[in-house]
């Protein structure tokens, strides 16, 4: 193992380290009307990656309102990280508009959040496979 690949190894195991929260990162299909029930249901979820991650605020995010219908959306960027190894399936590719959902946590406050993924970070010589997410509550 040359010095580079060495390097980047032992930092990839240090921030897999502090991935603390297990996480479901998936996609979700178009809501769809049940004629029978007259009730609007969540389309189908296509789970991309379920394990280890590491969810923390934006630090110069501020959080910004939104009108959405006809309430209010707080929108508060966080930052994603997952092992760097995290393999998807054959051909599939994240894109803004997945979900994160937070399935456990030491800040038992954060299981249930689920983020939106707005964008998708590659990166050779990274320590993690991160993305940008935002809370719409």
């Avoid at 789970?47 to 959306?73: C, D, N, W």
Wanted: aromatic share 6%; net charge negative; proline share 7%.
């Amino acid at each position: 193992m040359n010095g580079l690949a060495e390097f980047l190894a032992r930092g990839r195991a240090a921030h897999r380290e502090l991935m603390g929260e297990q996480l479901r990162l998936y996609e979700q299909g178009p809501d769809v009307f049940d004629r029978e029930s007259g009730e609007t249901v969540p389309g189908p979820q296509t789970v991309l990656y379920t394990g280890p991650g590491r969810v923390k605020p934006v630090a110069q995010a501020s959080g910004t309102e939104e009108q959405a219908g006809e309430r209010e959306v707080n929108l508060r960027d966080y930052e994603v990280a997952v092992p760097w190894s995290t393999e998807l399936p054959p051909g599939v590719r994240v894109a803004p508009g997945a979900r994160v959902e937070v399935l456990a946590s030491a800040d038992t406050r954060m299981v249930g959040l689920v983020l939106w993924v707005t964008g998708v970070q590659y990166s050779s010589t990274a320590t993690a496979w991160r993305l940008s997410a935002e809370d719409r509550s």
